[in-house]
């Protein structure tokens, strides 16, 4: 009964591919986030979505695209990967965008890899 | 713009030591701060969160941060550490027109030493 999960855990890939990571929480919250975490640790927001509705987008490459088919999922798209693209993306959830003032439920991440 | 600085990439300490971890933030509007702990190949965990109130503000695992406005700080103390403490912590803030966004500081990692 994981409240927010991802799939898959660790992606390998080489570069030019496309590839996608899956996010799922079942806390009945609205709003999703997408984060970076780079290899030095740097957390970094890409995207939010408040039941379904884009409200941060941050300077992130087109190649990426956020979709949120309900607000209880919201996948990562990543076209054309390059080397840079390796870190590990983590999701998370809070209850509305005001409650996400008081927390935000974290998944345990996606470690991609781009060879 | 609002950002964080975490002043020690790492502290390494004794088991049942006590351990002070720095945050200042930066913003020009009222803030809202958190501390997130991210344990080995895990997510991010909430410790604890200022709101508004009370500047001392206790959180789990007997941790405790203190919002000081003044020297726009608000860092993280616990005074006995255990082995167990061993992780990565990062203060973030939202401030005032951020859009709720939440902003990381680069992450100190806390190694507690047998």
């Known amino acids: 009964d994981t409240a927010v999960s991802q799939t898959p855990k660790y992606l390998v890939t080489q570069m030019g591919n496309d590839k996608s990571i899956k996010c799922e929480q079942n806390?009945?919250?609205?709003?999703m986030y997408w984060y970076k975490q780079d290899s030095k640790k740097f957390l970094k927001i890409m995207f939010s979505y408040n039941n379904k509705e884009l409200i941060i987008n941050e300077t992130v490459p087109n190649r990426f695209s956020p979709k949120s088919p309900d607000k209880a999922h919201l996948n990562l798209h990543i076209n054309s990967l390059e080397l840079g693209d390796s870190a590990v993306y983590f999701c998370?959830?809070?209850?509305?965008?005001?409650?996400?003032?008081?927390?935000?439920?974290f998944g345990p991440g996606t470690r991609l890899t781009v060879t | 713009a609002q950002s964080v600085t975490q002043l020690d990439s790492q502290v390494p300490v004794f088991e049942e030591a006590p351990v002070e971890l720095r945050c200042n933030y930066s913003?020009?509007?009222?803030?809202?701060l958190f501390w997130y702990v991210q344990y080995p190949n895990q997510g991010l965990q909430l410790l604890l969160k200022?709101?508004?109130?009370?500047?001392l503000v206790k959180g789990i695992n007997g941790f405790e941060a203190e919002f000081n406005k003044s020297q726009t700080s608000f860092h993280l103390r616990k005074p006995s550490v255990h082995i167990s403490d061993t992780a990565e912590y990062f203060c973030a803030v939202i401030s005032g027109g951020s859009n709720y966004k939440l902003t990381f500081g680069k992450g100190t990692l806390l190694t507690v030493n047998p």
């Open positions: 998370a959830s809070s209850q509305d965008r005001v409650a996400g003032l008081r927390e935000q439920y």
């Open positions: 806390l009945g919250h609205d709003t």
């Open positions: 913003s020009s509007v009222s803030v809202y």
């Open positions: 200022y709101l508004s109130g009370s500047t």
